[in-house]
């Protein structure tokens, strides 16, 4: 469904896309979704930024120089969100599908996109921005130029920073593609797949389910 394009693979750097699609219902987060969100949450506020050390996270900012963009000025989204919980900021809610997307992103700390696939459009590559830009989600416009980006017919929508408001998941939301980015060896990305399908079955009553890792 998905190609990776020469020009991320000539980086010589790993990255493994898991990537799931289904048919969903979008509603506000039940009890149950709340609670293991706040369980991510208070797992990662133990940590201080001077003693929290990832494999993944440290894989990223190797692909971001590699691709001539500065990694501590567009952090990956996992990286943003761990930050924003270790300084006490809090932790947003959106709906049932982007919070699971949330919960998956906090326990791996691979950045994880949510796009409504209906407003995706023929092809998709996973490639290197050019110079163009997006309105990204809550971000304001954003230059993705050297970022790895989602692409469709369109042009691009998606990226390990932040995605854009034209795919964004919303209540109208019918049918959702999820892409998890796992910089670096990419361990435990079938057990966070497993885990993404299981949550959207039991709270988005997900059906028509394909999973897959490129």
Same mark, same amino acid.
């Given at each position: 469904m998905?190609k990776?394009?020469?020009?991320?693979?000539e980086t010589?750097l790993?990255?493994k896309?898991?990537?799931?699609?289904?048919?969903?219902?979008?509603?506000?987060?039940?009890?149950?979704?709340?609670?293991?969100l706040?369980e991510?949450?208070q797992?990662?506020?133990a940590?201080?930024?001077?003693n929290?050390?990832n494999e993944?996270?440290?894989?990223s900012?190797?692909i971001?120089?590699k691709?001539g963009k500065d990694p501590s000025?567009y952090?990956i989204s996992?990286?943003s969100?761990f930050?924003?919980?270790?300084?006490?900021k809090?932790?947003?809610h959106?709906?049932?599908?982007?919070d699971?997307n949330?919960? *998956?992103?906090?326990k791996?700390l691979?950045s @994880?996109?949510?796009? +409504? %696939?209906?407003k995706?459009?023929?092809?998709?590559?996973y490639?290197v921005?050019?110079d163009?830009?997006?309105?990204g989600i809550g971000?304001? *416009?954003l230059n993705?130029?050297?970022l790895p @980006?989602?692409?469709? +017919? %369109?042009?691009p929508f998606g990226?390990?920073?932040?995605d854009?408001?034209?795919t964004?998941?919303?209540e109208d939301t019918?049918?959702v593609?999820?892409?998890i980015?796992?910089?670096?060896t990419?361990?435990?990305?079938e057990?966070?797949?497993k885990d993404m399908?299981?949550?959207?079955a039991?709270?988005?009553?997900?059906?028509?389910v394909?999973?897959?890792?490129?």
């Amino acid at each position: 469904m998905i190609k990776i394009t020469e020009k991320i693979i000539e980086t010589g750097l790993p990255v493994k896309l898991g990537i799931l699609t289904a048919d969903v219902q979008v509603k506000p987060s039940c009890d149950n979704i709340l609670a293991l969100l706040d369980e991510q949450v208070q797992r990662v506020k133990a940590f201080t930024l001077e003693n929290y050390r990832n494999e993944s996270l440290e894989a990223s900012r190797d692909i971001y120089k590699k691709l001539g963009k500065d990694p501590s000025r567009y952090r990956i989204s996992s990286d943003s969100l761990f930050r924003r919980l270790i300084k006490d900021k809090g932790m947003y809610h959106v709906n049932n599908v982007v919070d699971i997307n949330n919960i *998956i992103s906090l326990k791996t700390l691979w950045s @994880v996109g949510a796009y +409504d %696939l209906d407003k995706v459009e023929g092809h998709i590559l996973y490639g290197v921005g050019a110079d163009e830009v997006y309105e990204g989600i809550g971000r304001g *416009i954003l230059n993705i130029k050297n970022l790895p @980006v989602l692409k469709d +017919d %369109l042009g691009p929508f998606g990226s390990a920073t932040s995605d854009s408001l034209r795919t964004m998941v919303t209540e109208d939301t019918k049918r959702v593609l999820m892409v998890i980015h796992a910089f670096g060896t990419g361990e435990g990305l079938e057990d966070a797949l497993k885990d993404m399908k299981s949550y959207l079955a039991a709270y988005a009553y997900a059906e028509n389910v394909h999973t897959e890792i490129i």
